[in-house]
């Protein structure tokens, strides 16, 4: 099994709403990551958690909470987003050892309103 | 801060041509990864290449490594229209950090 699973695929929400989303894996990967992707561009690092601790934070707006209850789930809480937050939300796993790729996830396409 | 930067940002070629695209990245780095990407679509691994001077192939797709140049190729053979797509590299960050920088990314649109 080498997927990763986000939910759900497309979220439409408010700037006073709040919404999770979603990411699972059962690869055994202990690294695991939130990337946000722009149209037309690359995709863009947020966080970083190895072995359920958050390692990387990019300076991202405290509006993106993410949490990472286990080894195998990731979530990323959203909160009072503006309008240029609407990108697709991907996450992604690897082994927490170098020279190992990334697994991508179908992604969250979000569009806030 | 690394960076990594891939030419061409737009490819349009024939079916039956050859063409390479470049990724050049600006830190001391062994690990680079080729990715293709549809539209709309999440990211799918192509290549994982870990020392100077690898090289990986699969049907029309190559890709080489040179650590000491801060380079990596990747190679179109005989293109078909089905290798529309868009083309990232990735770069590891630091060592210990395990964090995958993406390349600006080349749309590649093979025409028929």
């Known amino acids: 099994d080498t997927e990763v699973t986000q939910t759900p695929k497309h979220l439409v929400m408010g700037m006073t709403n709040k919404k999770s989303l979603k990411c699972e894996q059962h690869?055994?990967?202990?690294?695991m990551y939130w990337y946000k992707q722009k149209a037309k561009k690359p995709p863009e690092l947020m966080f970083v958690?190895?072995?359920?601790?958050?390692?990387i934070n990019e300076s991202v707006p405290s509006r993106f909470s993410p949490e990472c209850p286990n080894s195998s789930l990731l979530n990323l809480h959203l909160h009072a987003l503006q309008p240029e937050d609407s990108a697709l939300y991907l996450c992604?796993?690897?082994?927490?050892?170098?020279?190992?790729?990334?697994?991508f996830g179908q992604g969250t396409r979000l569009t806030v309103v | 801060e690394l960076k990594v930067e891939q030419n061409p940002l737009f490819l349009s070629m024939q079916e039956g041509k050859n063409y390479t695209i470049y990724c050049n990245y600006s830190?001391?780095?062994?690990?680079l990864y080729w990715y293709r990407q549809d539209p709309g679509k999440s990211l799918e691994s192509l290549f994982v290449?870990?020392?100077?001077?690898a090289v990986k192939q699969e049907g029309r797709l190559m890709a080489s490594l040179d650590t000491k140049a801060r380079l990596s190729t990747l190679h179109i053979t005989a293109a078909v229209h089905d290798l529309s797509a868009t083309y990232f590299c990735?770069?590891?960050?630091?060592?210990?950090?395990?964090?995958?920088?993406f390349g600006t990314g080349t749309r590649l649109k093979v025409l028929a």
């Open positions: 992604a796993s690897s082994l927490d050892r170098e020279g190992t790729e990334a697994f």
């Open positions: 690869m055994g990967h202990r690294a």
């Open positions: 990735a770069v590891d960050g630091l060592s210990g950090t395990y964090k995958y920088i």
């Open positions: 830190t001391t780095s062994d690990r």
């Open positions: 290449l870990l020392s100077n001077g």
């Open positions: 958690y190895s072995y359920e601790k958050l390692s």
